[in-house]
């Protein structure tokens, strides 16, 4: 179990490092002629207006928190899923009783039109 | 020893183990040495693969389009990407003015990290895979987050309000459709008992493309959602916001954006033909571990060639279709049908083929009743704000010098 | 010193000096960076302590959906890549000798309880475990009240951030 954390954790070092390799030797390799008009944020071509932030709508957060709603409920559900096979039927049940409630609370959602992109 | 047919990996393995420790090496640094070896090889020829996969990509999108596709640098093209690769490593890196500058480099190394990890878990046949994690399915979800956390990095570092409003959008998009994803994941779980991807495999009499066909439609659809392909590549591609977060990188970060898409399109097909359609599994595979291998990169391919299909021939969704479609079709689906999936397989445990059967059928009805219900629903109607526009008329009397000057 | 303990000291100092920059930042997106850096290295403490569905968990609920959510909240904020000073307050030295009284009280009392220095093992082979762990929540005499209600935590939280987040110009 350690030992398959530990090929986990190298296999990580690895993968953050390979690109991180590629994208230094490409650094070595490329041209660097930095110029003012180069180095300014991209806009359409046109000088820059104001500064770079913009109107945040709540509706990527209503996204983001109904995710984090679900991916709570999977992982209460990931156990009972295992499990499955060594349960009796009302078990089973229990476990679909945790998902109608979430899909209730869906059901309120849509119907109180908070997860359209408006 | 096992003998090299049987199992090379395993062989090499054996031989590189008496080496270090003729040499005196202690055990447990023979041990590091042969892990940092097998994940180096597994990430170095994921990496390297990506080159053959952009060139099968381009030909097969040609021909779709009815031309041929690269083939001037080679025959038939092949040392195309090593030409585009040559160039992409001498492009400059252009990095603007006031960019956070250890998460604007991070970014697209944590793209590529999160989607070589997957690899780790990957069973290619009956033993040769990186790790049988038996935590599997839960780390594969989890290093798609990670992906998702070097999107918003880079939309955010840039510097750039565009790229910030891509980076939400994009971040949005994988979000919303990672919900149906991991709960379509949960129904190969309930089916095999584990969470390791390499038991689900072996789990896999009857592949779980005829027992849950609701969950293999779900994860390939969200799947291809979450790697930004067409047609839901709305937030990247080129032509929607100046392409997207990552319009402030240039040369080989760029071109790490882009090896990590494709990768991740593979992967994604590597994955739901693991968990889907049986993965190394096929007759004789157990005897000659060869054979597995072959058969998983078959079935690969096959779903390969069809996310490819998709990407040529249908248009892109809107932002709001899109979200549209996921929570108000696709999450209810996956609900509904982890539900009566859970239900109907439960009484029928000790016959495998009548809950196959049963699950065939149940899954048959509920994808149907949700098509009819909430696909209508999921069409919205826009109302109506102005009168159409009548058409040009040409007026009355221009039309006689027009006639006397045609030919 | 075995290498589990170099790599558990390792991973803690990454850990405690990572929380520690949360706290210190001086821009509140460094902040916010350096939690989901935490979070990662309490992920690794599981690994280490072969929790490993855990683990697991840990990146994909923390990493994966409330370090973007925390991300999401930062950029409500207007001025996020403003300098807003030094963080500490006039009297960190009292916090400090407080915290570390705190500390030594109790390292004292667990030296004073006998299990402190016993390696335990789960009873259970690792497969095991997580089948375990399933019965245990839906058993009647164990936990599954608190996993329905869990389930009703959800759907309340849902709809309060809802109500909470929702426009009010639209109708």
């Given at each position: 179990?350690?030992?398959?954390?530990?090929?986990?954790?190298?296999?990580?070092?690895?993968?953050?490092?390979?690109?991180?390799?590629?994208?230094?030797?490409?650094?070595?390799?490329?041209?660097?002629?930095?110029?003012?008009?180069?180095?300014?944020?991209?806009?359409?071509?046109?000088?820059?207006?104001?500064?770079?932030?913009?109107?945040?709508?709540?509706?990527?957060?209503?996204?983001?928190?109904?995710?984090?709603?679900?991916?709570?409920?999977?992982?209460?559900?990931?156990?009972?899923?295992?499990?499955?096979?060594?349960?009796?039927?009302?078990?089973?049940?229990?476990?679909?009783?945790?998902?109608?409630?979430?899909?209730?609370?869906?059901?309120?959602?849509?119907?109180?039109r908070a997860l359209e992109w408006l | 020893m096992t003998p090299w047919y049987q199992d090379p990996v395993q062989f090499i393995a054996e031989w590189l183990r008496g080496v270090l420790l003729g040499w005196g090496m202690p055990p447990s640094g023979v041990e590091l040495v042969l892990t940092v070896l097998g994940a180096g090889t597994i990430a170095l020829l994921a990496m390297l693969w990506v080159v053959f996969l952009i060139w099968y990509e381009r030909k097969l999108i040609g021909r779709i389009q009815d031309r041929f596709g690269p083939n001037r640098v080679g025959p038939?093209?092949?040392?195309?990407?090593?030409?585009?690769?040559?160039?992409?490593?001498?492009?400059?890196?252009?990095?603007?003015?006031?960019?956070?500058?250890v998460p604007y480099n991070l970014a697209p190394i944590l793209a590529v990290a999160s989607v070589l990890l997957i690899w780790a878990v990957i069973p290619f046949t009956m033993t040769v895979m990186g790790v049988n994690l038996n935590v599997g399915i839960v780390y594969i979800i989890a290093s798609g987050g990670l992906g998702v956390l070097g999107i918003i990095l880079a939309g955010w570092s840039s510097n750039n309000k565009y790229a910030l409003l891509g980076g939400f959008r994009a971040v949005a998009q994988l979000v919303s459709y990672e919900v149906p994803m991991v709960v379509s994941l949960l129904i190969p779980v309930i089916l095999a008992g584990s969470l390791g991807v390499n038991d689900i495999v072996m789990a896999q009499r009857i592949p779980y493309l005829l027992s849950a066909p609701v969950a293999a439609l779900i994860f390939f659809?969200?799947?291809?959602?979450?790697?930004?392909?067409?047609?839901?590549?709305?937030?990247?591609?080129?032509?929607?916001?100046?392409?997207?977060?990552?319009?402030?990188?240039?040369?080989?970060?760029?071109?790490?954006?882009?090896?990590?898409?494709?990768?991740?399109?593979?992967?994604?097909?590597?994955?739901?033909?693991?968990?889907?359609?049986?993965?190394?599994?096929g007759p004789l595979a157990e005897q000659v571990p060869l054979l597995g291998f072959v058969y998983l990169v078959v079935k690969t391919f096959v779903v390969y060639f069809v996310v490819i299909l998709f990407r040529g021939s249908l248009p892109r969704f809107r932002i709001d279709?899109?979200?549209?479609?996921?929570?108000?079709?696709?999450?209810?689906?996956?609900?509904v049908s982890l539900v009566v999936s859970a239900l109907v397989a439960k009484p029928l445990e000790e016959m495998p083929l009548a809950q196959t059967l049963a699950l065939l059928v149940s899954n048959g009805i509920v994808l149907i009743l949700f098509i009819e219900g909430t696909g209508k629903k999921v069409q919205r109607k826009r109302e109506i704000v102005g009168k159409p526009r009548p058409l040009a008329v040409p007026h009355p009397e221009e039309q006689q010098p027009a006639q006397s000057t045609g030919g | 010193m075995t290498g589990l303990q170099i790599a558990f000291l390792a991973?803690?100092?990454?850990?405690?000096?990572?929380?520690?920059?949360?706290?210190?930042s001086r821009k509140i997106m460094h902040a916010a960076l350096w939690l989901v850096l935490a979070l990662g290295g309490i992920a690794a403490l599981f690994a280490t302590l072969e929790a490993s569905f855990f683990a697991a968990v840990q990146v994909m609920v923390y990493i994966g959906a409330i370090a973007i959510l925390i991300i999401?909240?930062?950029?409500?904020?207007?001025?996020?890549?403003?300098?807003?000073?030094?963080?500490?307050?006039?009297?960190?030295?009292?916090?400090?000798?407080?915290?570390?009284?705190?500390?030594?009280?109790?390292?004292?009392?667990?030296?004073?309880?006998p299990g402190f220095s016993v390696e335990s093992r789960p009873g259970l082979e690792q497969g095991d475990l997580l089948v375990r762990f399933g019965q245990a929540l839906v058993s009647p005499d164990e936990f599954v009240v608190p996993f329905e209600v869990a389930s009703i935590l959800l759907v309340a939280a849902m709809i309060g951030a809802m109500i909470i987040a929702r426009d009010p110009s639209r109708k």
């Open positions: 179990m350690l030992s398959e954390w530990l090929y986990v954790g190298v296999f990580f070092l690895i993968a953050m490092f390979l690109p991180a390799a590629a994208i230094f030797i490409a650094g070595i390799l490329a041209p660097k002629k930095p110029n003012p008009i180069k180095s300014s944020t991209y806009e359409c071509g046109i000088e820059t207006v104001g500064p770079a932030w913009i109107q945040f709508k709540a509706q990527y957060y209503i996204y983001t928190l109904v995710f984090l709603v679900f991916d709570v409920e999977v992982v209460l559900l990931f156990p009972w899923a295992v499990a499955y096979h060594q349960l009796p039927l009302f078990a089973v049940v229990e476990g679909v009783i945790f998902i109608l409630i979430l899909l209730g609370g869906l059901l309120y959602a849509w119907r109180k | 038939w093209g092949i040392f195309q990407p090593i030409a585009d690769m040559l160039k992409i490593f001498t492009k400059e890196y252009i990095t603007p003015e006031g960019v956070d500058r659809i969200t799947s291809m959602a979450e790697t930004g392909r067409s047609p839901f590549d709305l937030t990247e591609a080129e032509s929607e916001i100046v392409a997207g977060f990552n319009i402030e990188y240039s040369g080989l970060k760029f071109g790490m954006f882009y090896v990590a898409e494709f990768l991740h399109a593979f992967t994604v097909s590597l994955l739901f033909a693991t968990l889907f359609l049986g993965g190394w599994r279709q899109m979200m549209d479609l996921n929570w108000k079709l696709l999450t209810p689906l996956a609900l | 991973i803690a100092a990454v850990t405690l000096a990572s929380a520690v920059l949360v706290v210190s999401f909240s930062v950029m409500l904020t207007r001025r996020v890549m403003e300098d807003t000073g030094p963080q500490n307050t006039r009297y960190w030295p009292a916090a400090l000798v407080v915290s570390l009284g705190v500390f030594g009280g109790i390292l004292f009392l667990f030296l004073q309880w």
